[in-house]
């Protein structure tokens, strides 16, 4: 049985001396009191006695099935202050992986910040350049890659343009000049004659290394190369036939054979 309260341990022993007390007293009663008085007093006694057994007997059921509920509480209790500890235990490491998290998206953050100004300078310097080849490039591939060279910015520091948008106009770019210079480009263009004068002229591009243009049914000729103000030309009217045959055998006019182009006298004019 558990372990009764103190003040219920006094109550049951103030009881029980009380009904000890009134067991005691009861040969107290003289010799002349009638039997039948004896015999109630007897009777008030016990009864005095079995209802303090009852009150002892409920008072002890009481408490027991309140012990047992307040130890049921208790234990509730118990479980719900360690779940709620748990709970503050897995917030308070949430909060440190949220704190965590947020330190490292910060630092990926600067990363990314610091990776997309490296290649914004990077753009800016590509588009820049490019600019400058644009310059450098003969018509045909000019008007070819138009389009891509117009939307080279002003001023590519100051560019808004979103980066992969950039990158991919200069890279397009690029592989256009990249592909013309692998090629052999044949052409009809309108170049201005020394005598002031202008004339329809055929031009023969060796990609973006050297050019020669022929016209005026053979008479004249000359040779063009890149500078850094744009293509020059040169007039070499005697180099006419050679480009004339050049120019048909490109065309399947004329059957395939060896040229001899002024590639040193046109080094030697040009200088």
Do not use: H
């Amino acid at each position: 049985m558990p372990e009764l309260p103190r003040n219920l341990r006094l109550f049951r022993a103030a009881a029980s001396i009380a009904a000890v007390a009134t067991l005691a007293a009861i040969p107290a009663f003289a010799d002349d009191t009638p039997v039948s008085e004896r015999i109630g007093g007897m009777r008030d006694a016990f009864d005095r006695w079995v209802e303090t057994r009852r009150v002892i007997s409920e008072e002890t059921r009481d408490w027991t099935l309140g012990k047992d509920m307040l130890d049921s509480r208790l234990d509730i209790l118990r479980r719900e202050l360690a779940a709620v500890r748990e709970k503050i235990a897995e917030s308070e490491r949430s909060t440190t992986d949220a704190d965590r998290r947020t330190a490292e998206l910060a630092a990926q953050r600067d990363a990314l910040r610091a990776a997309s100004a490296e290649l914004a300078s990077t753009a800016a310097a590509l588009e820049t350049r490019t600019k400058a080849l644009v310059a450098r490039l003969p018509d045909p591939i000019r008007d070819r890659i138009k389009p891509l060279s117009q939307r080279l910015p002003a001023d590519p520091a100051a560019s808004e343009l979103p980066l992969s948008t950039r990158f991919q106009n200069v890279v397009g770019l690029v592989n256009e000049v990249n592909k013309f210079n692998r090629e052999i480009t044949v052409t009809s263009e309108i170049r201005a004659l020394p005598d002031g004068t202008s004339a329809e002229v055929t031009v023969v591009y060796l990609g973006l290394a050297q050019a020669y243009y022929t016209g005026g049914n053979g008479r004249i000729a000359g040779f063009g190369a890149a500078t850094a103000d744009g293509w020059t030309w040169t007039p070499a009217n005697e180099a006419a036939p050679q480009v004339a045959r050049l120019v048909a055998i490109l065309k399947n006019e004329s059957p395939a054979e060896f040229v001899l182009l002024p590639l040193g006298a046109a080094a030697a004019k040009s200088n």
